[in-house]
């Protein structure tokens, strides 16, 4: 079981909850006739979700299969995945599913050779791309993968990090490849909203989609990998632009959110930069108040006066963080630290 588990974390193959595949099939795709593309398609959910959103906006099956494309490393979990579509088809034919690497198949199938970096250019597009990227760390990210991850990112424009994940390629390089009014919704770990790797992702995010939506829970999604996960909805086209930061407190809330109860959610406006977007928690007063008062004269920002940084991570803070009476109950005092567990401890201090 050990040795599955860190297969299965070394592949990042943790599969997308049925609450979730419904739901980004359910916004991603708009019509009978749109295309889908899963570029990571494990075992199947989102893509079965997807074919059953077409079937249920008037497609045919014959039709269905046509307009969905997969990629899947793994060959049993690609014919797994293609035999599960098969059964929501009524058994017509299978459809687009490649096996092999994403970004190997995207270099040589979607798009132009490329020529000069920031020329990335597709040959197909699609008019929804779902998934589930797979959660790989860059030295785990075998080389001859991650060598055309990022020849494509560079080609794209952008400046791959050492500290990347593999979801950041998948989501770069996926969003090229939408068409022009086309919707993309993908499981993206939370940290897309503040770690640096991810800074030059935002400003991209943020230029090239009109319209994000971010959907965020409580309790994670994935409790065997201790990885909190947003939803991301970014949209091409449209004439209105902002992002909508929308908070559930588990699956549950999700399974009973109609995704066009996402347009009433406050719209903000975007910061076209690499700030964090841990911002897009407030409200649109509020984040337009701390934008004023950094270039309000006399405001001198934390970061001036104080290092700020990640803080000590013990992987168990029930057993290494004690409170004061624990600490003289069992005489711990001399070999004490204080800490700073939560910002809540800091009020009155600054």
């Keep these: 079981m050990k040795n599955a588990q860190n297969e299965k974390k070394l592949r990042g193959g943790y599969y997308t909850p049925q609450p979730i595949a419904d739901f980004l099939a359910r916004w991603a795709v708009r019509s009978a006739d749109s295309t889908v593309l899963e570029p990571s398609l494990g075992d199947g959910n989102i893509l079965v979700a997807a074919a059953e959103a077409l079937r249920d906006l008037g497609a045919a099956p014959p039709d269905v ?29 299978p459809c687009h599913v490649h096996v092999g690497d994403f ?25 929804a791309i779902v998934g589930n ?30 500290l990347m994940n593999t979801w950041l390629p998948f989501l770069l390089i996926s969003s090229h490849l939408l068409s022009e009014n086309g919707r993309l919704g993908m499981v993206i770990p939370a940290e897309l909203f503040q770690v640096n790797y991810a800074a030059e992702a935002r400003q991209f995010l943020s230029d090239f989609f009109p319209r994000l939506g ?5 309790k994670l999604v994935f409790p065997d990998i201790q990885q909190e996960v947003v939803l991301l909805l970014a949209e091409k086209g449209g004439e209105t632009s902002g992002i909508r930061v929308v908070e559930m407190a588990n699956l549950d809330d999700l399974a009973t959110f ?9 719209l903000k406006a975007m910061d ?42 013990t992987g168990q803070n029930k057993f290494f963080i004690v409170t004061k009476q624990q600490a003289r109950e069992n005489d711990l005092e001399p070999y004490l630290e204080r800490i700073v567990s939560r910002s809540a401890h800091l009020g009155g201090a600054v």
């Design 133 to 162: 990227p797979p959660f790989i760390r860059y030295q785990n990210f075998p080389e001859e993968l991650r060598s055309i991850a990022v020849h494509l990112m560079e080609y794209a424009g952008f400046k791959p990090s050492r």
């Design 65 to 93: 299969a046509d307009h969905l494309f997969g990629v899947e490393l793994d060959p049993d979990e690609a014919e797994k995945a293609l035999r599960r579509i098969e059964a929501v088809l009524d058994g017509c034919s």
């Design 272 to 313: 076209h930069s690499t700030e964090k977007w841990t911002q897009y928690f407030l409200s649109q007063s509020e984040i337009s108040l701390l934008r004023e008062m950094r270039s309000r004269e006399g405001v001198t920002m934390s970061g001036e006066i104080l290092d700020v940084d990640v803080g000590i991570v």
């Design 103 to 127: 970004f190997g198949y995207a270099e040589k199938t979607l798009f132009e050779t490329p020529v000069l970096k920031g020329t990335l250019t597709p040959t197909t597009t699609f008019d």
């Design 258 to 266: 109609n995704p066009d109860d996402l347009y009433a959610a406050e």
């Design 214 to 218: 971010i959907i965020t829970f409580e």
